[in-house]
């Protein structure tokens, strides 16, 4: 109920503020639960993920440290997040969103490079996909990278990629995993250029804005 409320409150102020998004390929969304990947590229971008599959509802990683606060502990609880040690993840990080996963009702947001400094994939996605036999399904943004910036009303858009299901027979070694890495990569990389063929990303959080 609150997961609801507050992404149609969220969607309110985001219309108001920039206008309306546009989203590309939802009818390519799965019916059921997957792993929504992408490149991470503002922090504001998994709201625009969520919103654009709407109306499935999502759970998502977030660092411990934030649960240490009470009030967004409780806020984090309400949306679904589940905690996570970045520094040495155990077992909870995959088994988890397994769980979640398995169970139906949610789906799953990933950033695979971890961090929107890097743009180096990692294999946990591919690990949680497999062994909740849910695929995986690209999505790119693009747009303002800063909230400042979401003011100006440049054009938002979300794009969806066809969904990559990982075969039970594949191992996921590091072939295995480089394999993956690839179809993740190049469906990035074809969503990117169908939106705007000259983009190219910019880590802004460098720079003064």
Same mark, same amino acid.
């Given at each position: 109920?609150?997961?609801?409320?507050?992404?149609?409150?969220?969607?309110a102020i985001l219309f108001l503020i920039n206008g309306r998004a546009t989203y590309l390929h939802r009818e390519d969304l799965p019916d059921g639960p997957y792993v929504l990947v992408g490149p991470h590229r503002t922090w504001f971008d998994p709201v625009y993920f969520a919103l654009a599959a709407s109306p499935r509802k999502f759970s998502f990683m977030a660092k411990e440290e934030l649960f240490q606060n009470p009030i967004f502990r409780w806020l984090l609880y309400h949306v679904n997040g589940f905690s996570v040690n970045r520094d040495h993840p155990g077992p909870s990080a995959i088994k988890?969103?397994?769980?979640?996963?398995?169970? &139906?009702? *949610? #789906? *799953?947001?990933?950033?695979? #490079? &971890?961090?929107r400094h890097s743009a180096e994939l990692k294999g946990g996605a591919a690990v949680i996909a497999k062994m909740a036999g849910v695929p995986l399904v690209p999505a790119v943004y693009q747009g303002p990278l800063t909230f400042k910036r979401l003011f100006s009303h440049k054009p938002v858009t979300v794009a969806f990629g066809v969904p990559i299901t990982i075969d039970r =027979?594949?191992?996921?070694? $590091?072939?295995?995993?480089?394999?993956? $890495? =690839?179809?993740?990569?190049? #469906?990035?990389?074809?969503?990117? =250029? $169908?939106?705007?063929?000259?983009?190219?990303?910019?880590?802004?959080? #460098? =720079?003064k804005d």
């Open positions: 109920m609150f997961y609801s409320f507050l992404r149609g409150l969220i969607r988890t969103p397994v769980r979640l996963l398995r169970q &139906g009702d *949610l #789906s *799953l947001i990933m950033f695979p #490079s &971890g961090s =027979k594949l191992k996921l070694n $590091e072939e295995g995993q480089a394999q993956i $890495e =690839k179809l993740m990569q190049d #469906s990035f990389d074809k969503l990117d =250029k $169908e939106i705007n063929p000259n983009f190219h990303y910019i880590d802004v959080t #460098s =720079k």
